[in-house]
């Protein structure tokens, strides 16, 4: 049976100034099936330095550290929700903010691959390619 399913790109901007992101994850939503799940680069990551190679190096680490905790957290919260409530705080994490971390528009896709396996898909797309 096939999914709908929401996700967006995790996007590291160290640099306001200039724009320049780089992809670090993907965060996936399936509200209908209680679906909140993420997968992050591992740290550190090359291809973010050679992207961004004045970059201070403890900045990604702890970046990425301080996210997967945040999404440890929404995620154990979600649980516990509605499909509303869980497309409604998927919604509000991707908002747009004026932060080193940003998201991607809302994206959708129908599949039936299981959670672990789209989000590696994804990320073997849209973030290590």
């Known amino acids: 049976m096939k999914i709908l399913y929401q996700y967006t790109i995790v996007r590291f901007l160290p640099f306001a100034e200039t724009g320049e992101f780089a992809n670090v994850g993907i965060v996936l939503c399936a509200p209908d099936a ?47 929700k509605t499909s509303p409530q869980l497309f409604a705080t998927f919604q509000e994490l991707i908002r747009p903010r004026e932060q080193i971390i940003r998201y991607s528009g809302q994206r959708s896709v129908l599949s039936a691959a299981k959670p672990a396996e789209l989000l590696e898909q994804l990320t073997d797309q849209l973030v290590q390619s």
């Open 34 to 80: 209680g679906v909140f799940a993420f997968q992050l680069i591992p740290t550190p990551s090359e291809r973010v330095q050679q992207f961004f190679p004045q970059l201070h190096n403890a900045l990604l680490p702890n970046t990425i550290k301080l996210l997967t905790d945040e999404l440890n957290r929404i995620q154990q919260i979600t649980e516990q």
